[in-house]
Nanobody, 126 residues
């Protein structure tokens, strides 16, 4: 079965950087759209960044644009989220998601993703 495992979360200070990883198995990774979502206490889940299978179509939320970068390594079946200049408001549980569709539209919509990881906690202190 499909399995997604996030790692790389932790407790950091404002201005620091973190690199989250999502290791995927059980799917054709090179033909899969991947996304990162986060959910903070009392808030709804929101899309952070996403990349279509062809890597040319991407999405970034306005709150992270210019600070976060999504990437993928098909040889390792892994995607990454490089997070720079972290802010306290970035504190949340971060989830990776996968979609076997090759469509490049609606990358930020959570309901298009069929597979999800268990989440990794990111805490940014001021």
């Amino acid at each position: 079965q499909v399995r997604l495992v996030e790692s790389g979360g932790g407790v950091v200070q404002a201005g620091d950087s973190l690199r989250l990883s999502c290791a995927a198995s059980g799917l054709q990774f090179s033909a899969t759209a991947m996304g990162w979502f986060r959910q903070a206490p009392g808030k709804e889940r929101e899309s952070v960044a996403a990349m279509a299978w062809n890597t040319r179509s991407t999405y970034y939320s306005d709150s992270v644009k210019g600070r976060f970068t999504i990437s993928r390594d098909n040889a390792k079946n892994t995607m990454y989220l490089q997070m720079n200049s972290l802010k306290p408001e970035d504190t949340a549980a971060y989830y990776c998601a996968a979609d076997r569709s090759t469509l490049t539209e609606n990358l930020s919509r959570a309901n298009r993703y069929a597979f999800w990881g268990q989440g990794t906690q990111v805490t940014v202190s001021s």
